[in-house]
Every structure is written in C-alpha cells, then in structure tokens.
C-alpha cells in the first residue's frame, strides 16, 4: 500500500513540474461588437433633439473645420493612418495623451482623445461616471434627421453603463467608459455624416471586407490598425502603471494570419475547428513562458475595441497583465487580434523587437 502511495505521490511531481516548466495560456472568446439598432426607416413625424448645446472650447470646436486648423494648434501629427471609407486618421500620440483625427477632404470629421495633452472639454479622462451624469442629459434614443430620413439610436442597458451617446446639437460624443473604474477611458466626437457611416451603427455602412479592386487600400488600414491598437493598449497600459509592451514583426504574423483565418470562416464552420493560440506560436521558434490572446469581430474604429476589451473581465485581464513583454496585433477587415508574449529572460537579447513609428 505504501509502495502504491508513493508511486501516486511520484507521479504527480512530474505533472506539477511538467505543468509550471510549460508556458501558460490566456484565451477568451472572440469579443463581437454589439452595435446599436439603427432603423432609418423610423417614421419622420418622431422629434429629432438639438441635444445641449455645442461645447466652445476644447477639440470638439474643430470639427467641421479645415485640418490646418488643428495643425496650426498641436503642429503636424505623428503619422498619417489611411482609414476606411476616404478618412485619413491624424495621430497624435503623446506621453500625456493620444488623439486620433479623422480627415475628410481636408475637413475633420471626428476626434478621438484620451489623456491631458488636449483638450476634450467639457469632459476628460479619468473623471468619474458621477461626474458625467451631473451636467449630461442622458437618453435611451436619440433621433438623428438626415436628408429626410430619420434614424432612432437606441442605448441598450450596457451602453448606459460603458458608451453614452450624447448629443451637442450638430454634433455627437461617444463616450468611452472603464466599468471597472467607473471612469472615463476617452471620448469620441464625430459629426453627423460620421456617426451614420461609421460602425458600430447597424445599418448605417454595407459593412464587410471590401472587394478585391479596394484589396491594396484595404490592406493600408489593416496595417493602420495595427498600429493604432499598439498605441493604444500601450496607452491604457500606462495609465494603469504598467510597463510598455515591445512590439513584435514575429508576434503580429501570427496574430494577422488568425484574424484572416476568422474572416474566411464560413457560416456553417465550427470556429472551435481554428488551431489554438499554442499551435500557432510554435511559429516564433523562441522559448516564451506565457502567452495570451484577445480577439474582437465586427469593429471598424480601434479606440472602440480596445474599449471593449477593458470592459470585458477576461480580455482585460490579458491586456493589463503585467508579466507579458512583447505583444503584436493582426487585423484584416473588422477582425481584429492582439497576441501578448513573456519571452524567456535568455531570449531577451535576441528580440525581434521593431518600432512601428521607424517604418514610416
């Protein structure tokens, strides 16, 4: 009996050796936006609001200005992203604070900021959801008029909680909120063309990868996202005092290659058939002691899936973990990825380390 014991004691030392020796795994579920329900076939006679009135200060004041305007004040940005649908993305990524601006023939049609570095009155990062429902009137719907057609937005209970919509008179604020916090992560003003055309309004875009004419485009702002969920996660990362994450070529390979994998996915496939995220890492070929994953379908704006990431338990988790060093992000249409990776301390000189911003 004592032999039998000892040999059962034997055996679960080497599981538990095996166990902690091998690299770890953190994978959730695909994160898949929940947009609002647009119906633009709404009955014109419903009230469209004025919403409050339009804030005169702050980045907001640009929109529906030339570009030069915003050059003129924060100088040239940092790079140029080409975006979906004709905008040009103005990225302007401080210590501080990070602003992203969409351009239109030459018109800025919307801002996306976080941090202290601009302006975004008469709200800010960080303040607090008490703070916001003080001075805001909040609404379930909102009615937007558009040549003649009329669209109903309405807030579900979980867009009460983590992305207000409000309006100021022409233009609107979507704003971002951390659950966990009970703050806000930043704050999106758009015009009226843009929040109709833009996801995650349902019915507002014809949605989907474009046609393979557009292929060479489509791919630019794939690589735009990329790079825009980096700065980011890295952003949000810093708030929370956590190290810089170093990017990946090697990692980001793996991650873009998945998010064109869920994209051929058919209807009628099982996606628990896709190979795992430990199948697919054996394609970096160095030692890691941790890995981890996050995915996200049906987004078209990055701020947007990082704040759906931050909002949901496991995916936050993976993003604001503190032992990962390298990470690297895929994206192919609205399927986006973001591979984190704990390289082994002896692998740390070998890194494939790149700075995006160096292959401007």
Do not use: C
């Amino acid at each position: 009996m004592k032999a039998v014991i000892r040999i059962g004691v034997v055996i679960l030392v080497i599981f538990l050796i095996g166990f902690y020796n091998g690299p770890s795994f953190q994978e959730n579920e695909e994160l898949e936006n929940q947009p609002f329900n647009v119906d633009p076939d709404q009955r014109a006679e419903i009230p469209a609001s004025d919403g409050l009135t339009r804030p005169k200060s702050g980045v907001s004041v640009y929109i529906g200005k030339a570009v030069d305007s915003l050059t003129e004040t924060y100088g040239e940005p940092d790079r140029i992203d080409p975006g979906r649908n004709g905008l040009s993305w103005y990225i302007y990524n401080q210590e501080n604070g990070y602003m992203q601006a969409a351009v239109k023939e030459n018109e800025i049609k919307a801002l996306y900021v976080m941090g202290a570095a601009f302006d975004s009155t008469p709200y800010h990062t960080g303040q607090s959801v008490q703070d916001i429902y003080r001075f805001t009137m909040i609404n379930s719907e909102i009615v937007v008029e558009d040549e003649g057609r009329v669209y109903q937005l309405e807030l579900s209970e979980q867009d009460l909680h983590t992305r207000l919509l409000v309006q100021f008179e022409d233009i609107y604020a979507q704003l971002m909120i951390d659950s966990v916090t009970g703050t806000l992560m930043g704050v999106y003003y758009l015009d009226k063309e843009t929040l109709l055309d833009q996801q995650p309004y349902e019915g507002s875009i014809e949605g989907g990868p474009a046609a393979d004419a557009e292929q060479v485009i489509l791919e630019e702002v794939n690589q735009a996202n990329e790079r825009q969920i980096f700065d980011i996660v890295n952003f949000v990362r810093a708030s929370q005092g956590l190290p810089e994450l170093i990017w990946s070529d090697h990692v980001a390979e793996v991650a873009r290659s998945f998010s064109l994998l869920r994209n051929q996915l058919s209807a009628e496939e099982d996606s628990t058939e896709l190979p795992g995220l430990s199948d697919r890492l054996t394609e970096l070929e160095r030692k890691y002691k941790s890995a981890g994953e996050n995915t996200a379908s049906q987004y078209y704006l990055t701020p947007a899936v990082v704040h759906g990431w931050l909002n949901s338990e496991g995916h936050r988790e993976t993003m604001l973990a503190d032992t990962f060093t390298h990470t690297g992000a895929g994206v192919y249409g609205s399927y986006f990825t973001q591979d984190f990776v704990q390289y082994e301390e002896t692998d740390e000189a070998n890194s494939d380390q790149t700075s995006l911003q160096s292959d401007e």
